[in-house]
């Protein structure tokens, strides 16, 4: 498993919920790490985004209530915190590494985590 999902959980509409997305100690750099969501009979979709050199985007959903922050300038490790959560964010939560590079000096893209959980009740 190249990536760690945690966090996730069962909280009430207008709370807040920290994410964070550990990536393998086989791995020394991250180019891009994404969070994206996939609700029930949804299709999975970009939630936030942050490139190793610090930018970051984010859907239009969640803009003024979620930051996506980088844990380290390899950017192999990243928190998503969520404030203000409502019904709508409820899915589970996969973080995303492209443009990865190993400590070997492989390189490779497109990474996925196992995803956590987000439940949040009205």
């Known amino acids: 498993v190249q990536l760690q999902a945690s966090g996730g959980g069962l909280v009430q509409a207008g709370a807040s919920l920290r994410l964070a997305c550990a990536a393998s100690?086989?791995?020394?750099?991250?180019?891009?790490m994404s969070w994206y969501r996939q609700a029930p009979g949804k299709q999975r979709e970009l939630v936030a985004a942050?490139?190793?050199?610090?930018?970051?985007?984010y859907a239009d959903s969640v803009k003024g209530r979620f930051t996506l922050t980088a844990g380290n300038v390899r950017n192999t490790v990243s928190f998503l915190q969520m404030n203000h959560l409502t019904p709508e964010d409820t899915a589970v939560y996969y973080c995303?590494?492209?443009?990865?590079?190993?400590?070997?000096?492989?390189?490779?893209?497109?990474?996925w985590g196992k995803g956590t959980l987000v439940t949040v009740s009205s």
């Open positions: 100690p086989t791995i020394y750099s991250i180019d891009t």
């Open positions: 995303n590494a492209d443009r990865v590079e190993f400590n070997s000096g492989r390189v490779g893209s497109d990474y």
């Open positions: 942050v490139a190793h050199y610090g930018a970051t985007n």
